[in-house]
């Protein structure tokens, strides 16, 4: 059974519960982090409690830890679970209130860590690559939910899910038509030996794996360009792929029933799933 960390105690899954008068379930108001580790290694641990602690001051939330105690925290639950591999959610809520929106009412924070597995898509489609399809719904706009916020507020995203059904991901653009990013991944195209990905200002989250593949590539000598794209860059792109924690590098080879670069995933791709593969299992912060 899995050991659930609820402000400062461990419960068994079936005894962690919160309550229903908690302003994340009422409202969406809190925010959340993704983080996976490998090998008794927590990857990148460091900037995904920054990415929290940020996205907390965006949402003028108080995370009643301090960073080292929330990392600390995280560690603990990996140990508790006794896992060298799998997944951890972090998720900070405004905490219990009332029936009412004022975050004022909410004394203290809510802090939850998960830790356990995840499994985004079948191995298949990491060989063979992911076909993805363009949403009718438009990634949310800076001006009324940053997208940089990684929130408890993710209808958004899964509307887009829901439109790309089994067909694949979803690509979201944003009001002005350009690529944000797809539901829970960001979009990286290569063209002609060169890396390019939307800019955070597109609307994409600032993802901790899309910092990972921009460093690799600067250790390639790969040029990079983060751009303004449209779909037709990633029609005529020689390969394509999308970066997430949860689905870390994976192939797109059709979006919208065009075939990216030869239809199969690319080589360059390759190189940077092993590269990313020797990172995640080589750095981190050590759980034991
Ligand atoms: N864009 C969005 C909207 C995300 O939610 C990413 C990009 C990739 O960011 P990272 O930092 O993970 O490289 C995310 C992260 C899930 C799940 O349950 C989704 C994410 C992370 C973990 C799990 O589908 N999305």
């Known amino acids: 059974m899995k050991k ?24 969406g108001d809190g925010i959340f982090e993704g983080i996976r580790f ?18 907390a001051r965006a949402i003028a939330l108080t ?24 997944y951890i959610r972090l998720v ?20 939850i860590i998960i830790a356990a597995s995840i499994k985004l898509y ?11 399809v363009t949403c009718a719904t438009r990634r949310m706009t800076p001006g009324a939910l940053s997208p940089a916020i990684k929130s408890l507020n993710y209808l958004n995203n899964i509307l887009a899910k829901i439109e790309a059904g089994d067909a694949g991901e ?13 539901t829970g991944d960001n979009v990286f195209v290569l ?17 901790i794996t899309r910092g990972v593949v921009l460093d690799i ?14 779909r037709y860059d990633l029609f005529t792109a020689d390969e394509c792929f999308l970066t997430g924690t949860a689905a870390e590098i994976i192939p797109v080879v059709n979006l919208d029933s065009r075939a990216i670069g030869e239809g199969t995933p690319g080589p360059l791709t390759a190189k940077f799933i092993t590269r990313f593969r020797e990172l995640t299992q080589a750095t981190g912060a050590s759980i034991y």
């Open 170 to 182: 979803g690509l979201m653009l944003n009001e002005q038509g350009y690529v944000a990013e797809c």
């Open 217 to 230: 590539a600067e250790e390639f000598g790969m040029p990079v360009k983060e751009a303004d794209l449209t």
């Open 38 to 55: 490998y090998n008794g290694r927590v990857f990148k641990l460091e900037e995904h409690i920054d990415r929290l602690y940020d996205s």
């Open 4 to 27: 659930i960390y609820i402000d400062g105690a461990f419960y068994p899954e079936n005894e962690a519960k919160i309550s229903v008068f908690d302003h994340g379930l009422l409202y």
């Open 92 to 111: 900070v809520t405004r905490g219990v209130g009332d029936l009412g929106l004022n975050p004022k009412n909410c004394p203290r924070a809510t802090v």
């Open 122 to 132: 079948p191995e298949e489609l990491y060989r063979n690559g992911l076909s993805v």
């Open 191 to 207: 063209k002609n030996g060169r890396l390019f990905t939307p800019t955070i200002s597109a609307g994409a989250l600032r993802g």
């Open 63 to 86: 995370i009643p830890l301090s960073k080292a105690a929330m990392t600390e925290a995280t560690l603990e639950s990996c140990r508790q679970n006794e896992l060298r591999d799998g």
